[in-house]
Antibody, heavy 116, light 115 residues
Framework: QVQLVQSGAEVKKPGASVKVSCKAS????????VNWVRQAPGQGLEWMGW????????LYARKFQGRVTMTRNTSITTAYMEVRSLRSEDTALYFC?????????WGQGTLVTVSS | DIVMTQSPDSLAVSLGERATINCKSS????????????LAWYQQKPGQPPKLLLY???TRESGVPDRFSGSGSGTDFTLTINSLQAEDVAVYYC???????????FGQGTKLEIK
């Protein structure tokens, strides 16, 4: 079955960077976009961007351009998202999700806490 | 950027009754190329990732009970839950995909509770 398994929780200081991984299994990794969505505590869902695992092409939401990078390693069917210059407002649960239009499979989420 | 606005922000419905959630897009999400609306609905329960319920505005994802239905086109959409069950308590989100400008946007969410 389709599975997306994310890396564990992270605690970072303001100004640092974090890199979250998303290991895909149960389907052809290069056939579906990987999206990243975040959810601040008690808040709604915020789409951050997507990556085409086949070509490596990316599209970032305007808010995150210049501060977020999405990459992948096709040999281990893993997608990555790095966020730089972290601030307290980046404290959130970060999800990877599979899909080109709608998101039919989601990772379990990775909690990133930014605190001094 | 496209803005998705859901209403209401929260609602309480009695067991067995109908719940209706609305979603309005700031511009059309209808695609002339395939005659589909790029609109999906998700259910999120506490401590869980969102779950896809409907895509193309009205097509149920595999395994989703048929008490969940979607309607609408262009800019106005509705999620209807018939015969509300206790396990339907959750936050529901609409989401659009648009090609120009490209990207995805979620509504702010609607919290559904039992009255």
């Amino acid at each position: 079955q389709v599975q997306l398994v994310q890396s564990g929780a992270e605690v970072k200081k303001p100004g640092a960077s974090v890199k979250v991984s998303c290991k895909a299994s149960g389907y052809s990794f290069t056939s579906h976009d990987v999206n990243w969505v975040r959810q601040a505590p008690g808040q709604g869902l915020e789409w951050m961007g997507w990556m085409n695992p086949n070509s490596g092409d990316t599209l970032y939401a305007r808010k995150f351009q210049g501060r977020v990078t999405m990459t992948r390693n096709t040999s281990i069917t893993t997608a990555y998202m790095e966020v730089r210059s972290l601030r307290s407002e980046d404290t959130a649960l970060y999800f990877c999700a599979r899909g080109n239009h709608d998101f039919d499979s989601w990772g379990q989420g990775t909690l990133v806490t930014v605190s001094s | 950027d496209i803005v998705m606005t859901q209403s209401p922000d929260s609602l309480a419905v009695s067991l067995g009754e109908r719940a209706t959630i609305n979603c309005k897009s700031s511009q059309s999400v209808f695609s002339n190329s395939n005659n589909q609306n790029y609109l999906a609905w998700y259910q999120q329960k506490p401590g869980q990732p969102p779950k896809l319920l409907l895509y193309w505005a009205s097509t149920r994802e595999s395994g989703v009970p048929d008490r969940f239905s979607g309607s609408g086109s262009g800019t106005d959409f509705t999620l209807t839950i018939n015969s509300l069950q206790a396990e339907d308590v959750a936050v529901y989100y609409c989401q659009q995909y648009h090609s120009s400008p490209p990207g995805h946007t979620f509504g702010q969410g609607t919290k559904l509770e039992i009255k």
